[in-house]
């Protein structure tokens, strides 16, 4: 009896471990929408709920596509490091940047961005780019702050004060100021420059409300109209017409400008792609510097620790914030020494930021998990992580993951901390950029962005604390949708 139970055990073993079986697999009750409306209503409270049902990994029919989620973030690695010979990331983004931006991607559009990108995005571009921010911060912040008449208080919410500076200093760095810097009428080209970025904000603003429902393809006629309205006015206003006339054009812009014209891209399509850029650049960072100001605000500990270590590097570069004494010029090289401020921003996404990564399955393939557990995956489904909820909020990982710790990052002695799940070294602890090959290539330069704003924002405007009494809890922010291509 022993002998043919053995055998018997054996040969199960062979039939179900030599070929992995598929994720579970989920098409609730509408055909073909599936989940489309539970995941739209609340991602996050939706993939909670299916792991609980179906555990790590599953399939789920999502607007007449099967999505395999993968949660458990100890198993990562096999999405973000696999070949794109076999999950491409391109292949999704093609029709949704189609639809957001009016913009057909070539084929070479992600070298072109990652080669720009790691020429002035990085390294030592993020020199000249730093310098570019700081000044336009300083245009936007201080404008007419020597003018001998009396101006009255102005009263603005902190959301939008956060996001129309850092918004418009990034737009004029990326994409050049009026023409007359360093000539005697260089005051009324700051003055133009201000105009025309408040107006160009505003528009922003206009977009990014439409924007979720836009991806989704669910906007009214009337909105959808609008959406028309407002995508061409971005591709005239940033058209590679009118940027001839710009001056200080980030080498970023410029030279992507030129590698799509020389692959023949016309010039309709390349002013499109500004549009794209500009979205991409500048649709997070507005946002995560007012989440940053308003947690400091919230936590005097932290504020204290970040100020402290702002006059710290301000006195090495012999410098100083006190009334009367010059504005003070931070550089990529001090921004370099902030490791309290980069654990502060750290913190600061992992709280907030919360993109979905999505791969297209291109060839039928099996996916390890890190228990040793394989699974079969089909040609022309999906794979997504969505770290916010599988790591970023996981309590083994980071412990009290509601609360803001301004130093979570570090260790004691101020070096970088590790983080473990199932007492494993995790490599993806926070991913707010996404990660592998389609990782945010402006990270770098958004770190300097929201470093730069707050740290010109916090010295000496007590009035800002008025908001320290406000009531909220952190939810998740509308950075839940990113296009790559
Ligand atoms: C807090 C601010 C920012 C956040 C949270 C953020 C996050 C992201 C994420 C999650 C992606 C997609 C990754 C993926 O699909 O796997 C992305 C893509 C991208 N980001 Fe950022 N980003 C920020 C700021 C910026 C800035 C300042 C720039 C440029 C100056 C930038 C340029 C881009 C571009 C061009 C892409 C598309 C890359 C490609 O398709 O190859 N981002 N970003």
């Not at 993968?70 to 391109?90: G, N, Q, T």
């Not at 005239?236 to 400008?257: A, H, M, T, Y």
């Not at 060839?363 to 995956?377: I, S």
Request: net charge neutral; charged share 25%.
């Amino acid at each position: 009896m022993a002998f043919w139970t053995a055998v018997l055990c054996a040969l199960l073993a062979s039939v179900l471990g030599g070929r992995p079986t598929e994720p579970p697999l989920d098409k609730g009750h509408i055909p073909w929408l599936g989940y489309a409306l539970d995941f739209r209503k609340n991602s996050a409270e939706f993939l909670k709920k299916m792991q609980r049902r179906h555990g790590d990994i599953f399939t789920v029919l999502i607007g007449g596509y099967y999505f395999t989620f993968l949660m458990d973030p100890l198993s990562f690695r096999a999405i973000v490091k696999a070949p794109r010979a076999k999950l491409d990331f391109e292949a999704f983004a093609v029709e949704l940047v189609t639809r957001v931006f009016g913009y057909h991607p070539c084929k070479n559009n992600h070298k072109i961005i990652q080669v720009s990108s790691t020429k002035h995005l990085m390294g030592d571009g993020l020199v000249v780019m730093t310098q570019a921010m700081m000044e336009n911060l300083q245009t936007l912040m201080f404008h007419n702050r020597d003018s001998r008449e009396e101006r009255p208080w102005q009263q603005d919410g902190l959301f939008h004060y956060s996001y129309n500076i850092v918004f418009r200093a990034g737009y004029l760095a990326l994409f050049g100021n009026e023409p007359g810097m360093g000539t005697p009428s260089e005051e009324k080209a700051k003055e133009r420059d201000l105009i025309q970025s408040e107006e160009l904000f505003d528009e922003f603003q206009k977009y990014d409300r439409l924007f979720p429902r836009l991806a989704y393809a669910v906007l009214p006629p009337r909105d959808k109209m609008e959406a028309e309205r407002l995508k061409r006015l971005f591709w005239k206003v940033l058209s590679v017409k009118n940027s001839r006339e710009k001056d200080n054009i980030s080498g970023w812009i410029n030279d992507q400008e030129q590698f799509l014209a020389e692959l023949g891209v016309p010039e309709y399509m390349r002013d499109r792609f500004m549009f794209l850029l500009l979205w991409a650049a500048q649709g997070n960072t507005g946002p995560s510097s007012f989440w940053l100001l308003l947690y400091l605000m919230k936590h005097p500990e932290a504020m204290q620790a970040v100020r402290e270590e702002v006059d710290k590097v301000l006195a090495e570069a012999h410098q100083e914030v006190k009334p009367g004494s010059p504005v003070v010029n931070i550089t990529r090289d001090m921004l370099m020494k902030t490791p309290v401020l980069d654990s502060a921003v750290e913190e600061t996404l992992r709280l907030t930021a919360a993109p979905i990564l999505i791969r297209a399955v291109v060839e039928d393939l099996n996916l390890k998990m890190a228990n040793g557990r394989e699974y079969a995956l089909r040609k022309g489904d999906r794979v997504a992580l969505f770290p916010y909820i599988t790591v970023q909020m996981d309590p083994e990982v980071h412990p009290e993951p509601h609360t803001f710790k301004y130093n979570r990052f570090l260790n004691q002695d101020g070096t970088k901390k590790d983080f473990y799940k199932n007492g494993k070294k995790l490599k993806y602890f926070n991913m707010p950029w996404g990660a592998g090959t389609s990782i945010c290539p402006g990270r770098f330069f958004a770190v300097n962005e929201i470093k730069l704003f707050v740290q010109g924002t916090l010295p000496g405007k007590p009035y800002l604390e008025q908001f320290l009494s406000l009531e909220w809890t952190p939810p998740l922010t509308g950075l839940a949708i990113f296009i790559s291509f």
